[in-house]
DNA sequence: CGCTGGATTGATTACCTTCAAGGTTGGTGG
DNA sequence: CCACCAACCTTGAAGGTAATCAATCCAGCG
């Protein structure tokens, strides 16, 4: 596959991050192929992504190398065993990757947002499929620019490897999960993790009390990611809820009324 | 805690791999601390190690900066929350990484031998505990000789590249299997698995058919790297003998009669 | 307003866990 | 050589929990 060059009406003119060339990918899923609206610097995802330890001149080298694409709610960023010809960084929105069997079962392995990198097991080939939950954007480079810029820039490789260290990591944590921890748990696991990455709250702050947590997934991905079935995951739901420690806003909008409670649950600390 | 140089008689003198100064570590568990008996090159686990992209001068010099160390069955090399002051390359022997929930339940991450690098998830601190299935050697480096391999000997950095790639991809298979396998797929899966990586067995041979399988960890183990009781272990090993698919010769040693169809049944294409 | 997809709730079943009892193996010592 | 013991594995019976099957509810949308 060829990237070839295409003229479109840039969004915003005059960046820096798109010196060296703006190439635009036209043939591929997802082809909202589009130009970077803005210094790296000032991308919502720069401050936890791959180019985070980047700034001034590496950083603007590292931006012309990559650029902006988008993906709509449903749309898929790969599957499973295609060759590897690009990396993401999520800008926003959210991606879920998943892996299936032959018979529909899926487990979903990871859910990817702002800032988190994609094609971390990757070798040659993508070890997994990846869907936009949402409308998405990422941050796209090929692998030979990966591979340049793992060379060239130390502060990229550090980064990539904190990264790696911290989806191991996570993984682990949720293997630990899937093979031992009871539905309730599991559930309010999934919570707990959702409020700190995503609504700011430190475990050790005193008198968290009150967390909106946002779903933007759907019952069945986290049915998928949990290993409960969907029925499961709605009436464990349901329980918290009826034991006080959360209320539903609406499905996806889950208030924690017990952050502390809440968390005990999740750790077997009944 | 310091590096204390310390007196004992070599094993075998003259070898390349220990000039530099053989240092010997004294006050940790499992102090076994003993020089490495031969050149790197001639060590077992070196064909698939950390090293295993290294040669002449530079093998010899990244491994005066280890040394070998022996564990007695059922010692632990490190537990979780433990800070990381050494990483370790399995020489022979198995090793059991696992995390537990405080009340006891266990879920193994990984079972690692000849080869497996020890200290992936590393993030300052361990993030499992680490046991000695049976006698246990290992290949330990300080983490500061660890970065400074890494910095100056870009095979090694390419070296751990691939295997946190694999890793990432074996964690994910085996989320796969904790959250969505059956027992019966659970089982196969493992003892194909296991036929695979210590037998020799290549899916793609034809006619591969009656593979010796051997188990160095218990029971409990197997229940908690799949996620099962022991109980439930035992009565589908019985289940697939019974079938015909596999032959105990005793608990540890299991012959595998029909590669195929285990191999089916643990890609749950029954 | 009715339709559709997703979420919840209900009833039943199957399977795995739990609790409990044998069986086997390997090591020790008489 | 055999008895004894401990650890581990296997097998059995009973029970509980999550899966399955099925119906209802709800929100968004044409």
Redesign the interface.
Known sequence: MALNAENTTAQNGGSVANEGGCQRFNSMPGNGAQPKTNYCSACAAHKTALCAKLSGEELAEFGALSQHKTFAPGQTLFNEFDEARYYYTVVSGDVRLS?M???G???I?GFKSKGDFIG????GHF??DAEAINEVVVCQFTVSNMNHSLENFSAVQGRLM?M??????A??????L????TPVEKIANFLCERAKKYAGVHPEDEMVQEVDVFLPMSRTDVA?F??LTIETVSRTITKLRKAGVIELETAQHVVVKDFEELSMIA???V
Request: net charge negative; glycine share 10%; no cysteine.
């Open positions: 892996r069997l032959d018979d079962r899926r487990q392995t971390l097991g990757t070798d070890s997994s904190e790696m260290q911290h989806e191991v990591i993984l682990q944590d949720h293997m630990l899937l093979g031992r921890k998928d949990l290993g750790d077997g600390e």
